[in-house]
């Protein structure tokens, strides 16, 4: 089974006790838009999805806030949990017992709505294309682009290949990371832009928080609007998203934090999901262009790997690995933040999986999710049944 999601280490940081007692009821159908079924009615196994649930309860997967499963277009399974959690910029909220109508913070998940919104100003006509330079879009900081960096495009920042150097492989507890330098930063975009280049623009994949922040500003250049607002009314409106944050920059108060600010109840991941899983198409609203939608979830560069036999990518903002079982092979795409927030399509099954957690500034040592992906969520789909045996 090869399948590198991400690694966190889920370590319990509270002593609070709660029952282990589930037994799997249906989702509330709520006013929200988002249709609900029983797991029973879609090919699931109860028993698997009911026994993972009571190891969350137990903490054996610790700190989990919420998981939601949906399938065929319909959230089938859907659960809540407490937890020690944080908020972004505001530090340490406590032992929060997460609802169904709280926020939580989507970190780097924000990356991808950010990537959702450049699909749609193309679509909309206000961006000509992800081949533009993005020199035409800050000519206020021309000292900075030599004639390497003005090779850098649009399509370099989604894929995060512009080449510029970057470091968020340092702690971000560290003043050294980069991008905690850029949140720090009275100019961001500065900070960004005097950046060295290290590699030729699209040909190295290195992670950075830098390649979101500018399409932010490109986007507010391009539409006369700041993402968050871009974003309300051509994203989350169309989805009937209404509760929601997106924080500014720490200093720069009108600048919207295009890479972590974005805080959404764990039911918006999920239609944000299903709007990907539906070739962008939401009801009888085609938000973003199907071939936006492919190329975003399919793997347009590949990322450094341990192994040369694992072929880990990256999209527009979105993250793709494959997942193989005896004979069954598929590719995995995902959308993720620190901590544990992640929104997984499984195309192959007609499956979106969402989860949110509480395990900030941890080291990447563990794969709970990876083993709960595997261990359980994988045996409960009746169709994998051949390959288990």
Same mark, same amino acid.
């Given at each position: 089974m090869v399948f590198v999601l991400a690694s966190f280490t889920l370590l319990s940081c509270h002593s609070h006790y709660r029952s282990t007692a589930y037994s799997y009821v249906k989702p509330k159908q709520l006013s929200d838009g988002l249709p609900v079924d029983a797991m029973y009615n879609n090919g699931m196994d109860t028993g698997k999805i009911v026994a993972l649930t009571k190891l969350i309860l137990a903490d054996k997967y610790p700190n989990i806030h919420s998981m939601l499963i949906l399938r065929?277009?319909? %959230?089938?399974?859907?659960?809540?949990?407490? @937890?020690?959690?944080?908020?972004?910029?505001?530090?340490?909220?406590?032992?929060?017992?997460?609802?169904?109508?709280? %926020?939580?913070? $989507?970190?780097?998940?924000?990356?991808?709505?950010?990537?959702? $919104?450049?699909?749609?100003?193309?679509?909309?006509? +206000?961006? !000509?294309?992800?081949?533009?330079?993005?020199?035409?879009?800050?000519?206020?900081?021309? !000292?900075?682009?030599?004639?390497? !960096? &003005?090779? *850098?495009?649009? &399509?370099?920042?989604?894929?995060?290949?512009?080449? %510029? !150097?970057?470091?968020?492989?340092?702690?971000? %507890?560290? #003043?050294?990371?980069?991008? *905690? =330098?850029?949140? &720090?930063?009275?100019?961001?975009? =500065?900070?960004?832009?005097? $950046?060295?280049?290290?590699?030729? #623009?699209g040909t190295t994949w290195n992670y950075s928080g830098a390649s979101a922040t500018l399409l932010g500003e490109i986007l507010r250049k391009a539409t006369g609007e700041r993402l968050d607002q871009f974003a309300t009314k051509y994203l989350f409106a169309p989805l009937g998203i209404k509760k929601y944050t997106w924080e500014p920059m720490l200093k720069d108060k009108d600048m919207t934090a295009a890479a972590w600010g974005l805080r959404l109840r764990s039911r918006d991941l999920a239609k944000f999901g299903l709007l990907y899983m539906n070739d962008g198409k939401w009801g009888h609203t085609q938000v973003l262009d199907t071939n936006w939608v492919k190329q975003s979830l399919s793997a347009q560069v590949f990322r450094p790997s341990e192994s040369p036999k694992i072929a880990r990518g990256y999209g527009f903002q979105f993250w793709t690995d494959p997942f193989t079982l005896s004979g069954y092979k598929t590719d995995l795409p995902f959308a993720m933040? &620190? @901590?544990? =927030?992640?929104?997984?399509?499984?195309?192959?099954?007609?499956?979106?999986?969402? +989860?949110?957690?509480?395990?900030?500034? =941890?080291?990447?040592?563990?794969?709970? *999710?990876?083993?709960?992906?595997?261990?359980?969520?994988?045996?409960?789909?009746k169709e994998m049944q051949p390959y288990l045996k």
């Open positions: 065929h277009g319909k %959230l089938i399974y859907e659960n809540y949990f407490a @937890g020690e959690d944080e908020i972004v910029g505001k530090g340490h909220a406590g032992y929060v017992d997460h609802t169904i109508d709280d %926020l939580h913070d $989507c970190r780097s998940v924000s990356k991808s709505f950010t990537s959702a $919104c450049i699909g749609i100003a193309i679509k909309q006509g +206000f961006i !000509k294309s992800i081949d533009e330079p993005i020199f035409s879009y800050f000519k206020e900081y021309a !000292k900075y682009f030599d004639a390497a !960096k &003005r090779k *850098i495009t649009i &399509r370099h920042l989604l894929t995060m290949t512009s080449g %510029l !150097k970057w470091d968020e492989n340092t702690s971000y %507890l560290d #003043p050294k990371n980069s991008e *905690i =330098q850029m949140d &720090r930063s009275d100019d961001p975009v =500065q900070f960004i832009l005097s $950046c060295k280049l290290t590699s030729v #623009p933040g &620190r @901590g544990g =927030q992640l929104i997984i399509f499984w195309r192959s099954m007609d499956i979106v999986l969402v +989860f949110t957690s509480g395990n900030y500034n =941890q080291n990447n040592t563990g794969s709970d *999710i990876y083993t709960a992906f595997a261990h359980y969520i994988v045996p409960s789909v």
